[in-house]
């Protein structure tokens, strides 16, 4: 079994574990430490400083390293700044298969998924199939009413896959089953799905399509992400496309 972490991050951040920044180095040794093959990785910078300066830094200290991909943060773009498009196009061009949105935090680049001002950004992304990791930065647990935003985007763009990857989920579970029910583009990284039989049930009622095997390194190690999909009852084939067969699928779309 091969894994693929969709949620890595690596540079300088507010509150660093243990004191320290993880490098590039550090992330390849916890995942050789997890037997985890690939990650999807982001700038601290990026989300908490400049998008743009954290981007590109982030091209810079990947180069040459085949293991781990790049997901560029993006934001509403100020005035004088490179549009949604510019950009995009830009990280396609560098081998940028991922975006990322924080939103909800006082750190965070957005304060609420709004259509009205967020509306070309979607349309630009749906229409590259480019999927959307989205995080409720600040270590907090996922509120209702940020849920409620990612069910109208779900059903505004159903192209657009869409990945959560919140710190902590145990409120508001109906609300998600509801989204898993009803949209097919509604994933779960599962960083945050520990509980026993979270997965199986996840998996019997919604399909193992929803799932994403993420880590949230470096707040977490991949430990807890690895066992609770080892030890899960599910098939070798459900446990694969968790591991890394679901995003492989979503990044083969892009265009």
């Known amino acids: 079994m091969r894994f ?9 951040q507010f509150a660093p574990r243990e ?9 390849l040794e916890e995942m050789d430490h997890f037997g985890i093959d690939e990650a999807m990785v982001f700038h601290g910078l990026a989300s908490e400083y400049d998008t743009r300066y954290g981007n590109h830094l982030l091209l810079d200290l ?12 993006l ?8 549009t949604f498009a510019e950009d995009l196009e830009e990280g396609l061009q560098h081998g940028v298969r991922m975006v990322r949105l924080f939103w ?5 680049n957005l304060s609420v998924l709004d259509l009205d001002l967020l509306g070309g950004l979607f349309t630009l992304l749906a229409s590259r199939h480019v999927p959307v990791l989205l995080t409720n930065a600040g270590m907090t647990e996922i509120t209702g009413n940020q849920l409620v935003q990612i069910k109208s985007v779900c059903k505004a763009f159903p192209e657009l896959p869409l990945i959560l990857a919140s710190p902590k989920l145990h409120q508001d579970f109906a609300l998600i089953y509801y989204m898993l029910e009803q949209y097919g583009n509604f994933h779960l990284d599962t960083s945050s799905i520990h509980p026993t039989g979270a997965l199986e049930e996840i998996t019997r009622r919604f399909g193992v399509q929803h799932l994403i095997f993420g880590t949230n390194y470096p707040w977490c190690g991949g430990g807890q992400s690895r066992i609770a999909l080892a030890y899960a009852d599910l098939t070798d084939t459900e446990k694969d496309a968790i591991a890394s067969g679901n995003l492989r699928r979503l990044l083969e779309k892009v265009q």
Do not use: K
Not at 104 to 108: A, E, H, I, T
């Open 4 to 12: 693929f972490d969709v949620n890595a991050m690596i540079g300088a």
């Open 19 to 27: 004191g320290c920044f993880a490098t590039v180095a550090d992330c």
């Open 75 to 82: 934001a509403y773009p100020q005035f004088g700044l490179p």
């Open 104 to 108: 909800g935090d006082p750190l965070s």
């Open 62 to 73: 990947l180069r040459g390293h085949e293991r781990l991909h790049p997901c560029w943060v």
